[in-house]
DNA sequence: CCATTTGCCTAAAGGCATTAGGCAAATGCA
DNA sequence: TGCATTTGCCTAATGCCTTTAGGCAAATGG
């Protein structure tokens, strides 16, 4: 019979676009094996498990993420540097819901060190440096940042924001505003 | 036999439990079953399916969440209600990290609507009362607090501060600083 | 050209979700 | 109190998912 040439990268890949086709946690193993026209058990000459598989797909989105977000800060500074990055988050959400869902998938603390998650950190405080900001601050300022991404575009894609006025395009446009003014002015302790 | 005494309240609130012990998404009518000693097929009589189990679940974490930001809120305002509405849904997450995570699950329309998810929006539009934010800067702001807090709740317990410094409680002190000094100062369109 | 490695397969066991159908306990009404 | 009905939990069965073991054929490399 002729070999379906599996590797964990494409199946990562498969799993990833599995993932924006019919939800991060429908993602399975037996799902996949059939997108690759193939028998359950050969996944597992590839895969650790289930659980190796979900990984390799959160690795994936999170490289992919933070490739977004360089391009994106390039040559930028300040509230450009601020709104594009955000909307870097929010675009691939919306572009690749599976694979945002998988971005945040709790990873193991091995894999977490492998992963794309410090270059994220890293971009926000190059973001920061467009602001007069110094430690401990700038840490707090990074997490506050980190926690109005998430928390905005999770709510969001939960249809939080959908059923009433105003419009959610606009207050992330004004939560950015916002999010700006609060850098400039960042209350003393 | 002795019947067991199920109802749909009584295997939500059990389901709650085992939420908080194992993790919401750990949480399978076949180890409820388990933990009221009675046999999977049973709790079909009380319960739609999975889906139905997982709301309930849901609906009532969304109500003592509710309660408690109530509570909370009785007698405070300004930055005193900010941060005392903030410290409920934390600690809620802290002691009740199943429950919390239900709370985040998505429901179903209909029941969305029956959910005290309407209580929670209205709460955080008090708090605003003690700023001077007319609509539509009102909703974005109601907007940004939700992602805020349910952000960093959830970056928190996926171990996103954990490993340092400064400290995630110095974080959060500061953050509801910036918020109160972002809230008096609300930049204008 | 053949030995070894590698890749996909069949088979099997165990878990969860869900439905159908049955019997006994509880309930309600004369 | 006595009996009919309803209700609650059970057994049985199906189907899908995960994971492991063991086998055969294709690819590789000396």
Do not use: C
């Amino acid at each position: 019979m002729v070999r379906a040439g599996l590797t964990p990268e494409r199946l990562a890949q498969g799993g990833a676009e599995l993932a924006d086709e019919v939800g991060f946690d429908q993602v399975t193993v037996s799902a996949l094996a059939r997108r690759f026209d193939v028998k359950v058990a050969s996944l597992y000459s590839h895969l650790k498990n289930s659980q190796d598989l979900r990984t390799r797909i959160a690795l994936l989105a999170l490289e992919e993420l933070a490739d977004r977000g360089a391009a994106a800060l390039a040559g930028r500074a300040g509230k450009d540097a601020l709104a594009a990055f955000a909307n870097v988050y929010r675009d691939y959400a919306r572009e690749h819901p599976g694979r945002y869902a998988a971005a945040r998938f709790r990873l193991d603390p091995e894999a977490a060190a492998a992963s794309a998650g410090g270059r994220h950190a890293q971009m926000t405080r190059a973001i920061l440096r467009g602001y007069d900001l110094t430690e401990p601050d700038q840490t707090h300022a990074v997490r506050m940042l980190g926690s109005v991404f998430h928390g905005y575009v999770s709510l969001e894609m939960g249809g939080g924001f959908s059923h009433s006025a105003p419009d959610s395009q606009e207050s992330w446009a004004r939560i950015l505003d916002a999010l700006d003014a609060l850098l400039r002015n960042w209350p003393a302790p």
